[in-house]
């Protein structure tokens, strides 16, 4: 069992930057690939970065590469989303989710998730 409780999202202006941070519980962390998803008001839940249980392999949506970064640190049980360049069309729900199985793009691949954290940017 493990339990993921998300924070850092808030009201920030375009351009912008936030790090989202997801803690976990339970002592095998680093066996679970880690992601981040977000779902836009009316909009379906989508991925947005996944990391290997080892942090060796990320794994990106092409509308955030070149601005977000997914990072961990096993020794914490902490994951990381920072999130530069912000526009209005991130505006969503984050959730951080996590797989002993998948580091890929589907949330049917994920085992847990967290409630999420509300991210808004103002234009």
């Known amino acids: 069992q493990v339990q993921l409780e998300e924070s850092g999202g808030g009201l920030v202006q375009a351009g912008g930057s936030l790090r989202l941070s997801c803690a976990a519980s339970g002592r095998t962390f680093s066996n679970y690939h880690m992601a981040w998803f977000r779902q836009a008001p009316g909009k379906e839940r989508e991925f947005v970065a996944a990391?290997?249980?080892?942090?060796?392999?990320?794994n990106y949506v092409d509308s955030v590469k070149g601005r977000f970064t997914i990072s961990r640190d096993n020794a914490k049980n902490m994951v990381y989303l920072q999130m530069n360049a912000l526009k209005p069309e991130d505006t969503a729900v984050y959730y951080c989710a996590a797989s002993r199985t998948s580091v890929g793009r589907s949330q049917y691949g994920m085992d847990y998730w967290g409630k999420g954290t509300l991210v808004t940017v103002s234009s």
């Open positions: 990391i290997s249980g080892s942090g060796g392999f990320t």
